[in-house]
């Protein structure tokens, strides 16, 4: 008996022993013939989206440090019919009745606006990832705005250089396959700048915004070559009626202690007052703009572009149009790298003068 318990004593020491510390977790076994899962993969990176083979995606290929600049030349065709401005109001006939009368000239047309001849684009990468669009009109300052890798403007910019970016720059969103069109962010006419006075005419409007990629082509060195042609016309007709307004009335000031008001002079009376339109005025905007580009697509850049930029107008309709008035050929180029400036030469010492002998 004593043996027996002896012996019990020592099996539960022994296993007191050898028990696992309290907490500690134990994996479940797996059923019989269960296979073990394979490892699991890394997660994957973030790819390009996937191009359909007979498509092809277009984007601007920009290096950190080396902008890629463009200059868009523009040469008034004096060939093309001009446009048709608002009809001058007649001379006024002088009175043969009072002497010394004089014959009042005809008020003349005003001018189109002023376009300048070239711009430069440039399109520059940032070393956190922004891509900045530079654009220097010929004797102006520069603007600057904020653009996709597709050439979209996202800021910056507005009218008319707006537009003329936005027709050299803008590339499709998505890959495209020849014979495929797609449109640009583009506002060539606005209406609504002509404000409340505006009646648009029933029928008078037309719009169409279209570039197509025509066909891609092997170019040296493996490159791709896509050709695009671009079809757009926005126009409109309606009719301009006067503005409601009230007669000036000279401001009146309270006398002093309550006397009678005295009359302000107005120093802005003697001024011209602006020409109001006439009622029933009809006017009309049409802008055409067609053209065709070769698009290098591994480079991802223009290898040329021309095309034909047309406005037209009847009526006081100028403040509407957001593109040069006139027929303008267009033409863009890449830039070459500029040149490193050459040292500017050191000036001669200046010689100084000797102090005479004594």
Not at 74 to 100: I, M, V, Y
Not at 265 to 277: I, S
Not at 327 to 352: D, F, G, H, S, W
Request: hydrophobic share 40%; net charge neutral.
């Amino acid at each position: 008996m004593k043996r027996s318990l002896c012996g019990l004593l020592v099996a539960l020491a022994f296993t007191a022993c050898k028990q696992e510390a309290p907490g500690k977790m134990e994996p479940i076994p797996r059923p019989p013939g269960s296979t073990a899962p394979a490892e699991e993969a890394a997660a994957p990176v973030a790819a390009a989206p996937a191009v359909p083979k007979d498509a092809v995606l277009l984007r601007w290929k920009l290096v950190a440090g080396a902008p890629v600049s463009f200059r868009l030349s523009l040469a008034l065709d004096r060939n093309a019919p001009a446009f048709e401005s608002a009809p001058a109001p007649k001379a006024a006939k002088p009175d043969k009745k009072k002497k010394g009368a004089k014959e009042t000239p005809a008020p003349t047309a005003a001018p189109a606006t002023a376009v300048a001849s070239d711009y430069t684009y440039a399109l520059e990468l940032t070393t956190s990832g922004e891509r900045l669009l530079r654009v220097t009109p010929a004797g102006a300052p520069s603007e600057e705005a904020n653009v996709s890798d597709r050439g979209f403007i996202i800021d910056g910019l507005l009218g008319p250089a707006r537009n003329l970016a936005t027709l050299v720059l803008e590339l499709p969103r998505d890959p495209v396959r020849p014979g495929e069109t797609w449109s640009l962010g583009t506002e060539l006419v606005a209406p609504d700048a002509l404000g409340t006075q505006f009646r648009r005419a029933t029928g008078g409007s037309e719009r169409h915004n279209r570039v197509k990629l025509v066909s891609v082509t092997p170019g040296d060195n493996g490159e791709q070559v896509a050709t695009l042609e671009y079809d757009l016309l926005e126009q409109f007709g309606g009719i301009l009626t006067p503005s409601r307004t009230t007669a000036n009335r000279a401001p009146r000031m309270a006398g002093a202690e309550g006397g009678p008001a005295t009359v302000v002079k107005d120093e802005l009376a003697d001024a011209p007052a602006p020409a109001a339109p006439v009622e029933g005025t009809e006017l009309s905007a049409t802008v055409k703009v067609t053209g065709r580009g070769e698009f290098l697509v591994k480079a991802g850049q223009w290898r040329s572009w021309e095309g034909t930029l047309s406005s037209t107008m009847t009526g006081p309709a100028r403040p509407a149009v957001n593109l040069p008035v006139g027929t303008y050929k267009a033409r863009l180029e890449p830039v070459a790298a500029q040149q490193q400036a050459a040292p500017a030469p050191q000036a001669a010492p200046t010689p100084t003068a000797t102090p005479p002998a004594p």
